[in-house]
């Protein structure tokens, strides 16, 4: 398995590729979403937070994680509010206190380099994430360059 991610400047952006990856096929569970959540930026009231069934309480997540089952919010230390959901959902759930780039080690993804996406995610961005078969990475990252992604990268794990 290959986890690509795309980091995209654009709620809008972000949205249509998540469209365009489910009208491929792409199952749902496989693709996951990270960002600030802009709209309960002033409730850091996230006590009550589940997000294995998808529980969020401190109001709506907005039509970006509506479009994965699963959503939930999360309150991270250093970032603040964040909207998560798909597998990296649950990554992040055990690993509030080392922030994101601790949720993102066991996709794959270098400490280094989690650290530099949760930095882009606490500036605002938005990384949309998929967890493909070898064959099907090429067709992930089109996905993502033809919808505005700014950085695309594949990263390996088992």
Known sequence: MQTVVGLFRAREQAEEAIRELRARDFEEMDISLIAR?????????????????????GGAI??????LAGAGALLIPGIGPIIAAGPLAGALTGAVTGGIAGGLIDFGIPEEEGERYEQEIHRGNIMVAVEAEENLEDEVMSVFHENGAFDVKIWGHD
């Open 62 to 67: 907005g039509g970006l994680a509506g479009l």
């Open 37 to 57: 959540d802009e709209e309960n930026r002033q409730n850091d009231s996230f006590s009550e937070q589940n997000l294995a069934d998808g529980t969020v309480t």
